[in-house]
């Protein structure tokens, strides 16, 4: 049991026999006391002044006295202003020490019969895996993990966007100009080529739109008359005819985007356990539209177009269905949201989409609710801010944008030239170099687009991520191994000492294991709230917390026996702690830097 929950337990006791008062544990706010008073643990009265009708700082003072007296973990108090300072027995953190030592599956919490699906990356397959998919992939990856570790049945989950006008693009793109280009006549990966085409087509597209206007078209007239883009929309009909060769050409275009999907996504260490494909789940979306037509709760116009009257909800009405028939976005969503609850029934089903989608999401929710779907109430959106390089933003279909791939090799490059500037890796070989740089590049990558609430926009910055003293991963995976290099250069048999000197903890000590104990409580708050950036902000915490123990203090030199040997059981827990959170966030922690 957590030190926490027991002063929490006792204070509640503490309250019902001085006041004869029930308080809910929720009620209770215990802080670690601020370094300039004396205590440990704080308890924070005003809350109780309003139920009790006495002042905070009278109730601090009897509920210090009773717990003087009667809980055992208690062995001094002071009062300021209402707020309860404690000052824990010296024994409770031994015995807490002790206690998550001997659990080896400290951190994680036991199964709750709850499951969640989690849907996230969901790219098109016009275009290969870019920067402004990471956070998202990320963010994503580390819930599933976070989640699953908090006692959920996860259900990870990838929606393929692989049919509609903007798959149609590169496809014409391709048969105007690739001459028969593909990824084994170029050697270009596949993903990479396809998106080359979708570029092509814009660019044509912009050439023959002004072309348009030169003849003395609108702007909007241009756009929709420009040939290409006729023969993109011509395209568009015949694949959802099943036109045997466009059908052809699709799957073959797919398969080359599919193979660097993979390649990516296992280089990323990312997997899926369900992969859903748009082009299985927009006829059962139109299915679920005439249904709701049928049992009124959809309309349809005098053009044959199928709509949803959200009027009612504050909002507008929504195509559903063009009057050719054809399907739009939003369509597949409703199909792909009955489909995956059909087959997982799952409690909740989180979406991991960029904030530009709230309304989207917020209409898909509204009509699946109006169409009495049982999915409806389960649908989260997990919004979250777009990420900008310092450059500015990327367009896709301009070409500005920075591939995924490249971005990966951009940083495992950067740990590569950091690393070797501190010159500490010269007993590695290459092999091991190699890993080491793969494990700190893509650490930094990850890190920092968690360390960030995923409501908030961000700036990436490669160089600041890969700092090795600053708010990083790399630097919390140094304090990894630099927690390993003490256990190697130890007795490797130092478990198993024991002394019968008595160790005086100092008030670092005693930091280390207060911060130890907030752990699981991160782990939770962090789960409640889909928010990976607390978990990133408590392990840059605890690792500047124990290299700053380090300058204050020796282990392996320590004092005594007793404290060598205490050192060692705090390191092992605090390199337990940060080893299994780094895991969490996907980031490797190093035995070696």
Known sequence: MSITLQIKQAVQLAVQQVYQTEIALSDILIN???????????????????????????????????????????????????????????????????????????????????????????????????????????????????????????????????????????????????????????????????????????????????????????????????????????????????????????????????????????????????????????????????????????????????????????????????????????????????????????QRSIYVIGDEQNYHMQVLKLILQKLNEPCADGIFHLSYGMVELPSGKMKSREGTVVDADDMVDEMIATARKNTEELGKVDDFNAEELQSLYQMLGLGALKFYLLRVDPKKRMIFNPQESIDFHGFTGPFVQFTHARI????????????????????????????????LDEYPLVLKQAGEEYNLALLCNYLHHLAKSFNGFLTQHSILRAESAATRLFRLQLSEVCRHVIQHGLSLLGVDAPERM
């Open 484 to 515: 390993s290099s003490i256990f190697r250069k130890a007795n490797p048999d130092w478990k198993n000492e024991t002394t019968t000197e008595e160790h005086s903890l100092n008030e670092d000590e005693k930091g280390l294991i207060r911060m």
């Open 32 to 346: 670690e006391t601020k370094p300039e008073f004396e205590g440990d643990y704080t308890l924070v009265t005003f809350a109780f002044s309003k139920k009790l009708g006495l002042r905070p700082d009278e109730i601090a003072q009897k509920l210090g006295e009773n717990l003087l007296e009667k809980a055992d973990l208690i062995q001094g108090f002071n009062v300021v202003k209402g707020f309860l300072n404690l000052i824990l027995r010296e024994d409770m953190f031994f015995k807490y020490l002790h206690q998550i030592r001997k659990q080896t599956n400290f951190g994680m919490f036991a199964a709750n019969g709850q499951k969640v699906m989690i849907e996230y990356s969901s790219p098109n397959t016009n275009k290969p895996l870019h920067f402004g998919h990471l956070r998202n992939i990320f963010l994503g990856s580390a819930l599933s993990n976070l989640l699953k570790n908090n006692g959920y049945e996860v259900v990870k989950a990838n929606l393929i966007n692989d049919r509609g006008i903007h798959i149609c693009k590169s496809m014409i793109a391709w048969q105007k100009f690739a001459n028969g280009a593909n990824p084994e006549n170029t050697g270009i990966k596949g993903d990479h080529l396809v998106g080359d085409y979708y570029v092509r087509f814009n660019e044509e597209y912009k050439i023959q739109i002004q072309s348009l206007k030169d003849e003395g078209l609108s702007q909007e007239e241009a756009e929709k008359k420009a040939p290409i883009m006729l023969e993109a929309q011509e395209m568009l009909r015949k694949w959802e005819s099943d036109d045997p060769e466009t059908l052809s050409l699709w799957k073959t275009m797919n398969d080359w985007v599919y193979s660097g999907f993979y390649h990516t996504y296992q280089r990323m260490g990312i997997s899926f356990d369900a992969m859903y494909y748009e082009s299985n789940t927009y006829l059962l979306g139109k299915e679920i539209v005439e249904k709701g037509l049928t049992n009124g709760h959809l309309f349809k116009k005098e053009d044959g177009s199928v709509w949803v009257d959200l009027k009612e909800e504050g909002l507008d009405e929504k195509l559903l269905l063009r009057g050719d028939g054809t399907s739009v976005y939003i369509t597949q969503d409703i199909g792909t949201a009955v489909l995956k609850y059909n087959e997982h029934h799952m």
